[in-house]
């Protein structure tokens, strides 16, 4: 997909001192707030461009959008690190005790990728945004997208 240089509407605001809330985009909302698509609610759109608020993308995320890609099942912009940086959304790093908190997960999903994102916020003490129902019967605060 080409890439555009355009800020969507849920740009971010620059950043004030002290985060009033921490979020963890699950992978398609990220894909949402940069295709500013209407699927995503107004208020999560108004929470994410809210410069009060620290918004984190996984590594994981870029690696689930780089494979599905790859294998014809998704389009996405094809310059995910500008994009981000024009969102002003900050990396997550997948790191080992992220990886080791999944085995702590009860069995209520078996993508390997949301699993690693319920780890993550947890792990971190995010809010994830999501709209996967399933995600909600994990241990972790979620956001409705």
Request: aromatic content about 4%; some cysteine; glycine content about 2%.
């Amino acid at each position: 997909m080409a890439s555009t240089t355009r800020c969507p509407r849920t740009c971010r605001r620059p950043s004030r001192v002290g985060a009033e809330l921490r979020l963890l985009l699950d992978t398609h909302v990220l894909l949402w707030v940069l295709l500013d698509d209407r699927r995503l609610r107004s208020e999560v759109r108004d929470r994410i461009a809210d410069g009060r608020t620290e918004v984190f993308v996984s590594a994981a995320s870029a690696w689930e959008i780089t494979i599905k890609r790859a294998l014809g099942q998704l389009r996405a912009p094809d310059d995910l690190v500008h994009q981000l940086a024009a969102a002003r959304l900050a990396g997550l790093d997948v790191r080992i005790e992220h990886a080791l908190a999944v085995a702590e997960l009860p069995d209520h999903h078996r993508d390997p990728f949301d699993r690693l994102l319920v780890a993550q916020a947890r792990v971190e003490k995010l809010v994830l945004v999501t709209s996967d129902d399933v995600l909600r019967r994990y241990d972790v605060p979620v956001l409705q997208a």
